[in-house]
């Protein structure tokens, strides 16, 4: 199993990207949202990945973060989404913007993602609703971008002098850092997941995700019964 590549971008094209890793070349699908993270050809990149394998496929499928890969992952567990499709809804949202959209049960955002039309659409929202929330609970310990040795290509008569140099990993990303963290809270207090992550989600999107406990605040006062 081929969890990570890390390596020299050699080649971008449509959905696709082609990275060296010290002279073998892995052809990678990515969503048109990592492809454009990815630096230009001859810099160094890294992914983790995902292979599907069908009797007429072998294809190996790039996301900038663990965060990425396990909502890829969750998505494909809905009949009738398929790694396409998947990596689909993710490039169009991002793993916050699926998140939110179902706690939301929004499925109008979902279906703004090419190829996924209304009924694969609720579909999404409703099946993962109970499902999402433990994933957004841990999302923001996964959400750092991938990393791996900074790669120098060093002028030299054949063959090309390639060092690796070690890397610190990236810090995770605040915003998710939060909404975990909120969640995690709210969970703890007893709510039901469902209705825990609908109000971390509606409370991030009106702008209280700067902190958790901002967002634990926030959440909590959509939690509380109307009338």
């Known amino acids: 199993m081929i969890g990570k590549l890390s390596g020299i971008v050699d080649w971008k094209g449509d959905g ?43 294809q190996l499928i790039g996301f900038p973060s663990l965060l990425d890969r396990e909502w890829h992952r969750l998505l494909t567990t809905v009949q009738g989404v398929g790694a396409k499709a998947a990596l689909a809804i993710l490039g169009t949202l991002g793993p916050d913007g699926v998140a939110r959209a179902i706690a939301l049960g929004d499925a109008r955002a979902i279906q703004a993602a090419p190829g996924v039309g209304p009924k694969i659409a609720q579909r999404v929202a409703m099946e993962l609703k109970s499902k999402a929330p433990m994933l957004m609970a841990q999302g923001g310990r996964m959400a750092a971008p991938a990393s791996g040795d900074d790669v120098v290509i060093e002028p030299a008569e ?43 989600a509606q409370a991030a999107c009106e702008g209280a995700a700067s902190d958790p406990a901002t967002l634990i605040r926030a959440a909590l006062k959509l939690l509380q019964p109307k009338g």
């Open 16 to 58: 696709l990207v082609i990275l060296d890793v010290r002279g073998v070349g892995y052809e990678v699908m990515v969503s048109d949202r990592t492809l454009a993270a990815l630096p230009p050809p001859g810099q160094a990149a890294a992914l983790y990945t995902e292979i599907v394998v069908r009797e007429d496929l072998l």
């Open 158 to 200: 054949t063959p090309k002098a390639v060092t690796r140099k070690p890397k610190a990993p990236p810090p995770p990303d605040p915003a998710a850092m939060a909404s975990s963290d909120a969640l995690s809270a709210l969970l703890n207090l007893g709510y039901a997941q469902g209705d825990a992550a609908a109000a971390v």
